[in-house]
């Protein structure tokens, strides 16, 4: 011992104990820590450990001893240690001032114990690198941060990025961006861009349930252009606004396929085939097909179809049927009075057409009027006798039709434009004339025009014929008794003119 002082004096060490646990302290009076073996004790002086390049703390020769520390004056300066498994490790990080962890993988979760993570970042860090970067590098669901605010059942949170189920209620995993969860009372919402783990589906959404106050939305974009019926817009720059819609002109065609147009919630509606044939409830089997029900166009007195006129005036023209299934009847009305069901009603039955009048003011003096000619093979005018009364011969017929004037004429340019052909050589009568003697066979329009009904012309002629008949069978009759008579005279005459020879002799 007495050759251990002096030779500490000699290094130039002043220490002021040695503890009889073997611990040193050095530098000001005092008893050495006992868990040290060295305490350096100083209030203007520091420990200087050994100094060494990079090359030469590599070089030191094998076996390192396990927590061996020096400074490193190059490269990665500052304090470097060495580690049974890691080697040697810096404590500095490139750094020789302030705080630094270094580069470390943590053993167990740290708590912050109700104090913040604090870092400014004072230079550029590019724009792949992150102040605070968290990778969640693993096969199952997770996400690499999540902040969360609990409170009773109202809490809120934010996901960065993670794999999971999202968003809330789905049934398979997917990946997502960024998930803000505002939880209420059984309500979430979310702002996140998500894809499936097999297709590449990518989307935002802003998502509100229900629960707590009773409103909710799949999404929900407020920028104080908002308001009912608006459309989302953008401009050229892609900033997008809500705008009341208008309609443009389409830029293409727009193919239904084998669907149908339907509105309010129906299921069947308008069809139009590759051909451009329009079908309504049905596939088109020509040009326009309508069906309604199960007894054709307008079972049971509906309308199969309404072609209207101007706005605010009746149907013109409607498609219906009454009856159903096999007994159906068709029937066309054609309206042209809001007081009216139907003016005229064109009813095919039983393969005949009939035409009947309905409206409510007098029956107009044609039902049925052709502007042109008229071809039939067969043309029948209802004449039972069932339906007459008051019948009563027809008198002086021939005179009557001695009175009439048959003439040819040709159309002029007023006749052409209610149906004659121009310059087609007629024969006719004349209506005026006709009226003068036989009214009831001319009837004059709405505009006034005549014309003659030539059917009913028959029976005078008839009888006409058979007053001839009756006066030339009177005559005939009278020269059979005037030959009678002439017979006789002539036997009167050969009797005399022998009698008056035999005299003579």
Known sequence: MRHFFPTLL????????????????????????????????ATDKGVLVPRLTQAQRTAIAAPVPAGL???????????WYYEATAGWTSLSAGSSTGDNLGNHSATQTLNLNAQRL?????NSLGDSTAQVELNANVGTQSA??????????????????????????????????????AYRGGGWAGFFSAGSTTTPLRWVGICQNPGYNNTGSAIRIVDGTQGA?????????????????????????????????????????????????????????????????TGGIGANGGAGALLNGLAGSPPNLE????????????????????????????????????????????????????????????LNQTSDQRFKTNVHP??????????????????????????????????????QEVEKIYPELVSTDAEGYKAVNYAQLTPVLIEAIKELAARNQALEDQHRQDQVQVASFEQRLRALETNNGQAHR
Do not use: M
């Open 144 to 181: 690499a941060l999540i902040t969360r605010s609990n409170f009773t059942a109202r809490y809120s949170r934010v996901i960065l990025s993670g794999y999971g189920k999202l968003p809330d209620g789905t049934s398979t995993a997917n990946d997502f961006g960024i998930w803000a969860t």
């Open 319 to 378: 498609l219906r049927g009454s009856g159903t299934g096999s007994s159906t009847t068709p029937y066309v009305d054609f309206a042209e009075g809001n007081d009216v069901d139907f003016t005229t009603r064109l009813i095919s039955q039983s393969g005949t057409l009939t035409v009947n009048y309905g409206g409510a003011a007098t029956q107009p003096t044609y039902l049925f009027k052709v502007n042109g000619g008229l071809q039939c093979t067969t």
């Open 118 to 122: 604090l870092g400014t970042a004072t």
């Open 229 to 293: 019926g608006k459309v989302l817009t953008s401009n050229a720059q892609g900033y997008g606004t809500w705008q009341t819609p208008t309609v443009t002109a389409a830029g293409g065609n727009f193919n239904l396929g084998p669907y149908y147009l339907v509105g309010n919630g129906g299921s069947t509606g308008l069809t139009i085939t590759s051909a451009g044939w329009v079908g309504i409830n049905t596939t088109a089997a020509a040009g326009l097909h309508v069906t309604v029900g």
């Open 69 to 79: 520390l020096v400074y490193q004056t190059d490269g990665t300066t500052g304090f």
């Open 10 to 41: 000699l290094l130039g060490i002043s220490f002021s104990t040695l503890a009889q646990t073997g611990g040193v302290r050095i530098g000001t009076a005092g008893t050495p820590d006992a868990k040290a073996a060295l305490d350096v004790s």
């Open 394 to 431: 027809i008198g002086s017929a021939l005179a009557s039709v001695l009175a009439l004037r048959g003439v040819r004429y040709e159309w002029n340019a007023l006749g052409v434009r209610h149906g004659g052909t121009a310059g087609a050589k007629q024969v006719g009568l004349l209506a």
